[in-house]
Structure formats: C-alpha cells, structure tokens
C-alpha cells in the first residue's frame, strides 16, 4: 500500500512540476539584496569623491604659450637708455 500512495502523490505533482518553465529564471531576494549592497557602495563612493574633490584647491600653470604681459615702466622694469 506504501507505493500506492506514493504513486498518487506522484500523479498530483507532476502536473504542478510542469507548470514551472525551465526557461524563466529569475534572482530573486538574494539578488536583490546584492545589487541593493552594490548602488549603495556605488553611492557612498561617489559621495566621497566628491568631497575629496572639494578639497582640492589648484592654481592652473600659466600658458606657456602666451606672451608675458609687459610691465610697465617705473614698476621696477629696467629702462633702455
């Protein structure tokens, strides 16, 4: 009598097991939890760069290109007798 009713039992499943496409996959909580964790690293990183780049003062090098501008005389620029 055991095989019987697991014989039935059987019967009920498949049906169900059927149903479920084998195509179809999904993450599920798990993934969602570790691209949760992912943006929120992604977002503290980029708050901290911000800040760090904030902090940053540089003056920017003089074109090297570009002509001195001419002093003018009596600032202290030799004169040409």
Same mark, same amino acid.
């Given at each position: 009598?055991?095989?019987?009713?697991?014989? %039935?039992?059987?019967?009920?499943?498949?049906?169900?097991?059927?149903? =479920?496409?084998?195509?179809? !996959?999904?993450?599920?909580? %798990?993934? *969602? =939890? !570790? *691209?949760?964790? %992912?943006?929120?690293?992604?977002?503290?990183?980029?708050?901290?760069?911000?800040?760090?780049?904030?902090? !940053?003062? *540089?003056?920017?090098?003089?074109?090297?290109?570009?002509?001195?501008?001419?002093?003018?005389?009596?600032?202290?620029?030799?004169?040409?007798?």
């Amino acid at each position: 009598m055991p095989d019987m009713s697991a014989s %039935l039992a059987m019967t009920h499943m498949v049906p169900l097991a059927a149903e =479920i496409n084998n195509d179809k !996959v999904t993450p599920g909580v %798990l993934g *969602f =939890i !570790v *691209f949760a964790a %992912l943006a929120l690293g992604v977002w503290m990183l980029m708050k901290s760069m911000n800040r760090h780049m904030g902090k !940053v003062d *540089f003056e920017e090098a003089p074109d090297p290109s570009a002509a001195p501008p001419a002093a003018a005389p009596g600032k202290g620029a030799p004169k040409n007798a």
